[in-house]
């Protein structure tokens, strides 16, 4: 019963808590409903200011799909998943294993400032290398094939990924979170809100390089070659992983922007036999047909 209670519990939870922030019944900092709202019209503003492709129209193809994708994956999945993740809370606990067994560095005594940046590096970090994961394993990029499958770059493709992404990313995400002793800063909520507006202005419509911090930041020029369907030589599993960041592409050699003009074919070779409606993207991954 206990796990019963858990799963229960957690998934209920959850739907309190969505509601809870639609009416704005939640602090404003932890609000990642109207959050994601707000950060999605500014930078959509910004795409239709600021134009990098001139000729792509301000609904681009997908637009409603991703717009739709971003609100799945960021709360209703969300809301479903999360009972599961509570019943493995109470099994991790029955077996003795807790957020402090794994930890190597304890940074609950730091000072604020340094705790959130070394949560949002070692995060970010574990969030890079998953990625590379989901590139070099063949089962985990029949999932990522989703994402690689838009044709247009806009601030919503960033939340178009096959729902096994939350799956696969949780458990190293939750390693990186234990190796910090097991919590997140009080603060955590603006490295949350800083890693949603990096993550829309890299696939939005706009071309920032961000000057010499580029080697520091993940920017829109360089991810828009991520989504190239043509690797180049030396690239054959993709380049330019990084999430928030672009440093560790640029010191794991990884990195890859022969020039900016922005005009590129994305996507994949083979892309046109992905289903092109949710449910169909939702199931593919699964199908011996889909493997290629």
């Known amino acids: 019963m206990e796990y019963v209670d858990a799963l229960v519990n957690g998934f209920l939870g959850m739907v309190q808590w969505t509601w809870r922030s639609i009416i704005f019944d939640v602090p404003w900092y932890t609000n990642y409903f109207w959050g994601l709202i707000l950060i999605s019209i500014l930078v959509w503003g910004l795409e239709i200011l600021f134009p990098w492709r001139k000729e792509q129209s301000i609904f681009r193809k997908d637009f409603w799909l991703d717009v739709f994708y971003m609100f799945f994956n960021f709360f209703v999945f969300a809301i479903i998943i999360n009972g599961v993740y509570k019943v493995l809370t109470v099994l991790f606990g029955d077996i ?13 005594n730091w000072p604020q400032w340094v705790q959130l940046v070394v949560f949002f590096v070692v995060l970010d970090f574990v969030q890079w290398f998953t990625h590379i994961l989901l ?158």
């Open 96 to 108: 003795g294993i807790s957020s402090k067994t794994l930890a190597i560095v304890d940074i609950a």
């Open 135 to 292: 590139h070099r394993v063949p089962a985990f990029w029949e999932f990522h094939k989703v994402h690689h499958s838009v044709k247009e770059m806009g601030f919503a493709a960033h939340m178009r990924f096959h729902w096994m992404e939350n799956v696969l990313y949780k458990p190293l995400k939750t390693l990186g979170l234990m190796v910090l002793g097991g919590f997140e800063p009080e603060q955590a909520y603006i490295v949350h809100f800083a890693a949603i507006a990096i993550g829309h202005f890299n696939h939005s419509n706009i071309k920032l390089t961000y000057g010499p911090l580029k080697y520091v930041l993940n920017n829109p020029v360089m991810h828009l070659y991520h989504h190239a369907y043509n690797l180049p030589e030396g690239h054959r599993y993709g380049m330019n992983f990084g999430i928030s960041l672009s440093l560790w592409d640029y010191l794991f050699r990884t990195n890859y922007i022969p020039e900016s003009d922005g005009k590129i074919e994305l996507g994949f070779p083979g892309d046109e036999k992905l289903p092109k409606g949710f449910w169909g993207q939702s199931v593919s991954g699964f199908r011996k047909k889909d493997k290629g």
